[in-house]
């Protein structure tokens, strides 16, 4: 009996549960207990470490995989905390640190950012992904796999 389940490949539209966690046990993120989510495999919506861990999966696969920051959300940066004036920000967000707020790129792009430091004059944010620069613990379960499109 031929095996007619396709195989997670570039493009492929997959249903899965999914959970990011921290080595501890420590849960980042998980959709197991609620609704799947539906990615497509390149479009961008998961990192390329993320997207590598499901290839070759099929319909009812588990897999749990402990990826390096490398494989994740990369390398945390230092380049990527910037100073903003405090002007910047709107004089009702009680700004402290660990306070996250999304940011629009002058290209139109929503970016996370999240507050190290205030000062009297200036904000200091930290833009990389919270996840950065630490090893995770990706759990997924495959729901549906559909055909890239022609």
Same mark, same amino acid.
């Given at each position: 009996?031929?095996?007619?389940?396709?195989?997670?490949?570039?493009?492929?539209?997959?249903?899965?549960?999914?959970?990011?966690?921290?080595?501890?046990?420590?849960?980042?993120?998980?959709?197991?207990?609620?609704?799947?989510?539906?990615? +497509? +495999?390149?479009?961008?919506?998961?990192?390329?470490?993320?997207?590598?861990?499901?290839?070759?999966?099929?319909?009812?696969?588990?897999?749990?995989?402990?990826?390096?920051?490398?494989?994740?959300?990369?390398?945390?940066?230092?380049?990527?905390?910037?100073?903003?004036?405090?002007?910047?920000?709107?004089?009702?967000?009680?700004?402290?640190?660990?306070?996250?707020?999304?940011?629009?790129?002058?290209?139109?792009?929503?970016?996370?950012?999240?507050?190290?430091?205030?000062?009297?004059?200036? +904000?200091?944010?930290?833009?990389?992904?919270?996840?950065?620069?630490?090893?995770?613990?990706?759990?997924?379960?495959?729901?549906? +796999?559909?055909?890239?499109?022609?």
């Amino acid at each position: 009996m031929p095996d007619n389940q396709q195989t997670i490949r570039a493009g492929s539209r997959v249903l899965m549960h999914f959970s990011l966690a921290l080595p501890d046990g420590t849960e980042a993120a998980s959709t197991f207990g609620g609704e799947p989510e539906l990615v +497509v +495999v390149g479009d961008g919506s998961l990192t390329e470490g993320l997207e590598l861990a499901i290839i070759g999966l099929k319909k009812g696969d588990r897999q749990t995989l402990e990826l390096t920051p490398e494989q994740a959300f990369g390398a945390w940066d230092e380049d990527k905390l910037q100073w903003m004036s405090r002007k910047e920000f709107s004089s009702d967000l009680a700004l402290e640190p660990g306070l996250a707020i999304a940011f629009t790129t002058p290209s139109g792009d929503e970016v996370p950012g999240t507050i190290t430091e205030v000062g009297a004059e200036r +904000v200091n944010v930290d833009f990389n992904h919270p996840l950065a620069g630490v090893d995770i613990v990706f759990s997924v379960e495959i729901i549906e +796999v559909e055909e890239p499109a022609s």
